[in-house]
């Protein structure tokens, strides 16, 4: 049935800033409207909530909610190579279903309506996403030499996947892993097959020096200059960015790619911090992600919007840099930018997709409410989120989840770690 919410605080975005107005929301087929007609509607009392556009994660791997805590305080060689790799080597189809799952409670309860992500077994970040209710971008990890060899099995299987599961909700993406697991023919072939298939592209881009050098000792130029040279920085989202120069920030905005920092799993790893000042001055398209659940150690927006904003105002001396209002708009409007939906996802607008998520406005931590706007980067930490709507449909309601048996959900991860680790 179609919905009315009544008395409710709405985070709107007009000019480029968030405001909260007070008005009455209409969801009508599972898009948002700010009038309503004679119909009858399930009416949702919002009183002493915010509503605002549900969070956008743009880059994560879901599943590896199996690894959180597993391998800290070590090396990025002992991390990668001696911890997680070998486990990821024997990882069962069906416990990344349970895993997935794992990480849609953390994200709902922590208001990420959609996600963006990365993983071998899409299929079953598919199944989960979609029994869980959350908008998800689900990307096939490719690595190989040509489409031809190792990469048509695992190409093919990702287009007969997205043949079954791809809707409303689930979109498909082609993402090569990385320049050191990925030729610069396959990145061109991938390229070329997402543009015949109308797919979005993304990939780790320029995360370590050790990339970067490698890259020059390599092929003589910075790894955004290969993927160039390959054909696909074009309208391609690009995770991490740490390392890299004037001339690729410069590229990376002439082709129109997007930039998805990850601040707690590029700090964690030691990998430094992005120069998220220069790509702003040369307007490139930046979104927020907090990569997978080993490197950061968690998948909540919340906490990454905060960590960016403050991280970069004392790296820049700048109290004024990275506002809330902007680090808002890079998880919400600028996410849906660069999954070319535009002015239909991250936003509160008539006949956009109704993605919501409610504060508590009685949570102490925004008490007593003097600007919720900015509360949301400085002040919230996710525990004020009690309901979550995606589509139209809510996936909590009063701090309830609705979607997903969190008791068998545990249980299950549970059994899945005592196996691997
Ligand atoms: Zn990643």
Redesign the pocket.
């Known amino acids: 049935m179609d919905k009315k919410i009544i008395n409710g605080l709405v985070a709107e975005y007009e000019n480029g800033t968030f405001k909260a107005v007070q008005k009455d929301l209409y969801v009508i087929d599972g898009k948002l409207s700010f009038s309503g007609d004679d119909s009858e509607y399930e009416v949702i009392d919002a009183k002493d909530r915010l509503i605002m556009p549900g969070l956008i994660n743009m880059?994560t791997?879901a599943y590896m909610t199996l690894f959180r805590n597993y391998a800290d305080d070590v090396s990025f060689d002992e991390w990668l190579f001696k911890r997680i790799m070998p486990v990821e080597d024997v990882i069962e189809r069906e416990d990344a279903y349970w895993t997935n799952l794992l990480g849609m409670i953390e994200m709902i309860e922590s208001g990420t309506t959609c996600f963006s992500d990365?993983h071998m077994f899409e299929g079953q970040s598919c199944k989960a996403a979609k029994e869980a209710g959350v908008r998800a971008y689900i990307g096939r990890g490719l690595v190989g030499d040509d489409i031809g060899g190792d990469g048509a099995g695992r190409i093919g299987e990702a287009l007969r996947e997205r043949a079954e599961y791809e809707c409303d909700t689930i979109k498909f993406v082609l993402s090569p892993h990385a320049i050191y697991s990925c030729s610069e023919h396959f990145y061109s072939q991938v390229a070329e097959l997402a543009k015949k298939e109308g797919l979005l592209i993304q990939t780790?881009l320029s995360e370590s020096v050790f990339e970067v050098e490698s890259c020059y000792e390599k092929n003589g130029i910075s790894p955004v200059e290969l993927l160039d040279r390959a054909g696909f920085l074009e309208n391609a989202v690009l995770?991490h960015c740490v390392q890299v120069s004037d001339k690729d920030i410069d590229l990376i905005r002439r082709r129109n790619a997007t930039v998805v920092t990850n601040p707690a799993s590029n700090a964690k790893l030691g990998n430094g911090i992005a120069p998220i000042k220069a790509m702003r001055e040369k307007g490139v398209n930046l979104c927020i992600g907090t990569?997978?659940c080993s490197s950061n150690n968690t998948l909540n927006m919340f906490r990454e919007m905060s960590l960016l904003s403050l991280m970069h105002k004392g790296v820049e001396r700048d109290c004024t840099f990275l506002s809330a209002n902007e680090v808002l708009t890079m998880a919400t409007v600028n996410a849906a930018k660069a999954l070319r939906m535009e002015g239909k996802l991250g936003i509160i607008a008539e006949g956009a997709c109704a993605d919501l998520i409610f504060l508590d406005l009685n949570a102490a931590s925004l008490f007593p409410n003097n600007d919720v706007i900015t509360a949301l980067c400085y002040s919230a930490n996710g525990s004020e989120v009690a309901s979550v709507m995606v589509n139209g449909k809510m996936l909590m309601k009063d701090k309830e989840l609705l979607t997903i048996d969190r008791e068998r959900v545990y249980s299950e991860v549970r059994r899945i770690a005592k196996k691997y680790l």
Do not use: P, T
């Open positions: 880059h791997h990365m780790h995770a990569d997978g």
